[in-house]
């Protein structure tokens, strides 16, 4: 850490220049150790004034691999305007988000793994005087051999991108089997066997990261940012800054889009909160575009091998998947990644045997992590479009297929996952109907087409508190972050309900560490069914105590209190009750204070296997679509112009809002299927040895807009889960998975050739069509899938087969520098 001189940047007398000055004049300021200093004069006329904001901006690498020998920030520090400079010496500890990947550091301290790896931080008066600076920062590299894919991190095992992981640039490897796929294969009447992929893509939300930080007072840290997840941002900041949690308050601002992309605790926002305990001001950063594509955390690019046994109705007999995952330069969530690419297969359709393989490597690129499905559209991808392959070689109609193997509702599947109401087989039939399917496909004359489709403990995953007002209003605490999905808006609506009065009478603060109980963060669609189911338990417990002092104020069984219309009333007698204000006061006087609170834990999950922690659900959400495309042979070009989407809803608490997380999957599904794509390319070597981002901007990366949407017909099965709150199920990943392998298989029907691959782009449309005319297989899509030495699988017998969630044999598998694995998967 480098600082200017007392004189001219001191944290305590501010820069010296007009209107800099802070404190109020000659009066003691306690500090962090206790101590009381002094502050120099102010030059601001009033008898107070406030620290001016300080702005941050990173120097990041230019390389993918190599060492710093050597850096000078002398130059940069000495630069007008610069308060302070931070390199990796002033925040050597690591983090991550799981226990079993802490192996990022705010600012590298002696390895850079990628373009964009932070190295140094600059805090300065102005944005553009720190921006300026950055250029006078001296590093050295050494640079290190560059792994650009995970076949290349195969045959590269030295040097380590990290020292730890499965093997050489291996970080992880999965190899589970639940019951005998082999016997499964051996009573197929067919077998087939494809190889597909799935490109990389990052989340793209409007909003950029952004974090301001300030040190209070008291000494404690508050850090305003666009975070999906406030309480591991939190933990991070304690870790790093070695500071006590409760000196620590993070404040998840309302999201302009997360999809994900905000999930992890970033670098800047360690670096910003370490500045502002520093200088004793407020520091704000926002990253530039570019800087988010280097942050990333996106859809990881997976290559997939289906084998799968059937016989001639279509019943599944056995299925075997491997999957290779370009996990970037960071470990992220990718332990629960590389399993969450095989847990969720057997949801769907009904899977006897099963047999799962992954590995996830390191390369020299910006991290992949969680983005909206998390794990899950990679292989629903290869699997839906295999089942198409299936159908047409069976003879069968692709939707009566899967009509045929849906799996059934409260049961348990091959590796132990415990399903709900599964209304899958509803929602084909739905849009099936309202597609006009049966007079459509293989029907449609040639160019238009149709195709179908983190810690474990035992504390509560949600919390939420309710304080009752006497003027009848309530408000509503929780962890849970509103990133533009509505939760702010079920929670209010939930609280509404059960109480009996306006959403509008609900105030609500949420985000906020220090205001609200722990909720494990926005994502995964996990908060309206737990921090919903949260807001209910508590709802529930103040409206008892409503109902028992009013029930004695009016001599009845609280049993027939009725509560609505911001009113409480006997059923029998409407006209004898109070207002919901009045309520408040009579609890209030007989019981004190009125305040509820709610937690909710997720159900134990019957598998007990490690692995085992990630995938399972209270309760699962289905999606249906149809898609109808016009695609043109000459150039390939694939338009959209119709979509159908059933979605199992359970209850739509929000009808609106449910629609809305609905046509933005439908969006976000068209994007990844026809353009989106993380791409890199290698320099010439006599250039540089850089791996770059092609597109690290919304101006060449290629996002559907307003234009490219097409009309979607929504069609909402609402079938009440009991383990919802009021029946509800998730709504914001489930309509996006069906849409990728939708679009595939319509051009499929539309002109004959099958891209195995996504983004499905004209290019290689036209790729596929030249194969066909040529008498060749009319497919484009990866032809081998590389060799990996697999451990021996976790055996686990399937519920059927008599087991009971736990593995029959012990795998002993050698990771001398590898942390002890204990991971739930958020």
């Known amino acids: ?122 805090v300065a ?26 076949e290349e991190a195969l045959a590269t095992p030295e040097p380590r991108i ?115 305990l520093l200088l004793d001001r407020p520091v704000k950063i926002c990253l530039t575009r570019e800087e988010v594509f280097y942050c990333h955390r996106g859809r990881h ?28 330069a960071y470990g992220s969530y990718g332990v629960a990644s590389t399993y969450y690419a095989g847990a969720l297969q057997t949801t769907t359709y009904h899977i006897p045997r099963y047999r799962y393989e992954g590995c996830r490597t390191f390369t020299n690129k910006p991290p992949c992590g969680p983005k909206r499905g998390h794990g899950t559209p990679q292989p629903r991808f290869g699997q839906e479009v295999q089942l198409d392959k299936i159908a047409e070689r069976l003879r069968i109609d692709p939707a009566d297929l899967r009509l045929r193997i849906v799996e059934t509702p409260n049961t348990v599947t091959a590796n132990f996952l415990s399903l709900g109401t599964v209304n899958l087989g509803e929602c084909i039939r739905r849009v099936v109907e309202a597609s006009d399917w049966k007079t459509k496909f293989r029907k449609l004359p040639e160019g238009p087409g149709a195709g179908l489709r983190i810690y474990w403990n035992k504390m509560p995953h949600s919390g939420v508190q ?19 999905q509505g939760s702010d808006d079920v929670l209010a609506g939930i609280v509404a309900e059960v109480l009996g009065i306006d959403p509008f009478d609900v105030r609500l603060f949420t985000g906020d560490t220090d205001l609200g109980p722990v909720d ?14 949260a807001a209910l338990q508590a709802a529930e417990r103040g409206k008892a105590l409503l109902a028992e002092a009013v029930a004695l104020k009016f001599e009845v069984p609280k049993e027939r209190l ?42 134990k999950s019957p598998a007990l296997y490690k692995g085992g922690g990630v995938g399972p659900s209270p309760t699962y959400s289905y999606s249906a679509a149809v898609v109808e495309v016009e695609v043109n042979p000459l150039t390939g070009w694939v338009h959209v112009r119709k979509v159908w989407m059933a979605h199992d809803i359970g209850r739509a608490l929000n009808p609106t809002l449910v629609r809305g997380q609905v046509e933005g999957s439908v969006y976000m599904g068209l994007g990844e299927a026809l353009m989106e794509e993380q791409e890199f390319r290698r320099l010439p070597k006599r250039l540089s040895h850089a791996l770059v981002h092609k597109f690290p901007s919304m101006l060449e990366y290629k996002s559907p807009t307003s234009l490219d949407m097409p009309e979607v017909l929504t069609e909402l099965i609402e079938d009440p889960d009991p383990r919802g709150p009021f029946g509800a199920k998730e709504v914001g990943q489930g309509p996006l998975l069906p849409i990728m392998p939708a679009v595939a298989n319509a051009v499929y029907d539309a002109v004959g050739v099958r891209i195995d691959e ?69």
Request: hydrophobic share 35%; charged share 25%; net charge negative.
């Open 125 to 150: 008066r102005e944005e553009l005087t720190a921006f300026e600076a950055l250029d006078l920062i001296d590093v050295d590299y050494e640079i290190l051999p560059t792994i650009c894919d995970p």
């Open 162 to 276: 990290h020292e730890y992981g499965e093997e050489g640039n291996i970080h992880k490897l999965v190899a589970l089997e639940f019951g005998d796929v082999e016997q499964g294969f051996a009573e197929a009447d067919e077998i087939f066997e494809d190889t597909f992929f799935y490109q990389g893509n990052t989340h793209l939300p409007i909003e950029q990261h952004a974090s301001v930080a300030i040190k209070d007072p008291d000494g404690k840290l508050t850090i305003w940012s666009s975070t999906q997840t406030p309480h591991y941002l939190h933990r991070a900041l304690a870790k790093v800054l070695a500071m006590p949690p409760a000196h620590i308050r993070v404040v998840a601002t309302p999201n302009g889009g997360g999809f994900g992309g905000k999930s992890d605790p970033f670098h800047h926002e360690i670096v910003v909160a370490k500045a502002a």
């Open 758 to 826: 996504v983004p499905i782009t004209p290019e290689k449309v036209m790729k596929a069509l030249a194969e066909k005319r040529a008498g060749r297989e009319p497919r484009f899509g990866p032809d081998h899938f590389p060799q990996v030495h697999w451990p021996e699988a976790l055996r686990v017998p399937p519920p059927w087969e008599g087991g009971d969630g736990n593995a029959v044999n012990e795998v002993q598998r050698e990771k001398p520098r590898a942390a002890k694995e204990k991971v739930l998967a958020p």
């Open 562 to 603: 009725r509560f609505a219309g911001k009113r409480v009333f006997d059923s029998a007698a409407p006209d004898e009750g109070v207002s919901f204000a009045e309520a408040i006061c009579l609890a209030e006087a007989r019981f004190g204070t009125i305040g509820t609170v709610g937690s909710y834990t997720p159900p």
């Open 520 to 533: 494990l963060g926005s994502y995964s669609s996990r908060v309206t069914l737990m921090a919903g189911n």
């Open 466 to 484: 309710l304080k009752f007002d006497r003027g009848g209003g309530v408000s509503v605490f929780c962890g849970a972050t509103e990133i533009g």
């Open 301 to 328: 690019p997976v290559l997939m091998k289906f084998k799968t046994g059937v016989k001639k109705d279509g019943t599944i007999t056995g299925l075997h998947l491997r999957t290779l995952i370009d996990g970037g």
């Open 1 to 122: 850490m480098s600082e200017q001189n007392e004189k001219s940047s001191s944290p305590v007398a501010g820069s010296g220049s007009p209107g800099e000055g802070f404190r109020v004049i000659g009066v003691p300021r306690r500090r962090v150790d206790g101590r009381a200093k002094v502050t120099g004069q102010t030059r601001f006329a009033d008898d107070i004034c406030l620290p001016r904001m300080a702005h941050c901006k990173l120097l990041r690498s230019p390389h993918p691999h190599a060492r710093i020998r050597r850096m000078d920030v002398s130059r940069a520090l000495a630069h007008p305007g610069v308060y302070l400079v931070l390199t990796g010496k002033d925040l050597p500890v690591q983090y991550g988000i799981l226990p079993v990947s802490q192996d990022e550091q705010a600012l590298c301290l002696d390895h850079v793994r990628h373009v964009g790896d932070p190295v140094a931080a600059v």
